[in-house]
């Protein structure tokens, strides 16, 4: 198994930034999917972004892309969601997820096994 522990989140205005960061464990795998999803109340969870841990390759969801950065540390021991100009349709629990088996690793697929324990962003106007 993968080990996630989130960080970050908040409250912030419109147009505002925050940043989330996820630790994984060491994991025994060199090369597997990470991405960032989010879930508001009364919709269901998307996925906001992906990341291969290999080759560093990324994909977004439509209505992040431009103001959303996902990367990786280059120990590949951290993940990040660095979110500018915020946009209150934006407020959600997010999560951090990881897992090998998943391929593509894009923000359309799935399933992933293992998840962090979510993070309030939570922005205003």
């Known amino acids: 198994p993968i080990h996630l522990v989130e960080s970050g989140g908040g409250s912030v205005l419109s147009g505002g930034s925050l940043k989330l960061s996820c630790a994984i464990d060491r994991s025994k795998y060199s090369s597997y999917c990470l991405g960032w999803f989010r879930q508001s109340p009364g919709k269901e969870r998307e996925g906001v972004a992906t990341i291969y841990r290999g080759s560093g390759a990324t994909d977004y969801a439509d209505s992040v892309k431009g103001r959303f950065t996902i990367s990786q540390d280059n120990a590949k021991t951290m993940m990040f969601l660095q979110m500018d100009s915020l946009k209150p349709e934006d407020t959600a629990v997010y999560y951090c997820?990881?897992?090998?088996?998943?391929?593509?690793?894009?923000?359309?697929?799935?399933?992933?096994?293992?998840w962090g324990q979510g993070s309030q962003v939570t922005v205003s106007t």
């Open positions: 997820a990881a897992d090998r088996s998943v391929w593509p690793c894009t923000v359309n697929s799935g399933p992933f096994r293992y």
